[in-house]
């Protein structure tokens, strides 16, 4: 179990298995009488803000809603990026700059050059060069299975995070909810994440690196 740890003072916590030594950046559960503090978000505890399907609360055309259905890549490196997470969902170290959602874009752009390159080749070049279409087509599935298992793995490690640090308990297929509704309800699953660390119901969504204005609150991580 991971564990979550916040720029607070508190009476104990519990210590993660095999122990902790200095510097050591750990997870412990957000407590229930954890103070408000101005110019942060207010997240629930113990449950998500809303449904997987809560989407239509804040309106189809939201930005987030179109990011997820859209390029729902882009719209997970914003969450991340409140986050403090890794380009591929894990903790960030307080000490080290976070430049999780500009790490997705370029992800995201290289994996997109390449994947059309070796489709013009394979739509202009099949007929001139038939011998080396399979190679071509193997190196291009082959592109998409790599580009997509790191999307899988990035968005339940980060719905991971967000539940540990929140406390949300798993509600379906016990053990590996994460990991089934990444795969099998990616957008909703992205979207309910953008939702939960983003109070999209005060301030309207942006193209920037995590998704609000800059006068919005910050996420407590």
Not at 13 to 32: E, H, R, T
Not at 143 to 164: D, H, M, P, Q, Y
Request: proline share 5%; with cysteine.
């Amino acid at each position: 179990m991971c564990y979550l740890i916040f720029h607070a003072q508190f009476d104990f916590v519990i210590q993660p298995d095999g122990g902790v030594k200095a510097g050591d950046v750990f997870l412990v559960p957000k407590p229930d009488n954890f103070p408000r503090i101005d110019n942060k978000v207010n997240v629930p505890v113990g449950k998500w803000k809303d449904g997987l399907f809560g989407c239509i609360d804040i309106g189809f055309c939201h930005l987030s809603n179109v990011f997820g259905c859209l390029c729902p890549e882009i719209l997970l490196g914003q969450v991340m990026q409140r986050m403090r997470l890794s380009w591929v969902g894990g903790l960030v170290d307080n000490s080290i700059a976070v430049n999780t959602f500009w790490i997705t874009v370029m992800l995201l752009v290289c994996y997109t050059i390449f994947d059309y390159a070796l489709y013009t080749y394979l739509y202009y070049d099949l007929n001139q060069a038939p011998e080396y279409a399979i190679t071509v087509q193997y190196i291009k599935y082959f592109g998409g299975f790599c580009f997509g298992i790191w999307f899988l793995l990035a968005k339940a490690r980060a719905r991971r995070n967000i539940r540990e640090t929140y406390r949300i308990p798993e509600e379906q297929c016990v053990g590996c909810e994460d990991v089934v509704l990444s795969a099998l309800c990616s957008c909703c699953t992205v979207t309910q994440m953008a939702r939960h660390t983003g109070e999209y119901e005060k301030y309207p969504g942006t193209m920037g690196r995590t998704g609000l204005p800059l006068n919005a609150p910050i996420l407590i991580v």
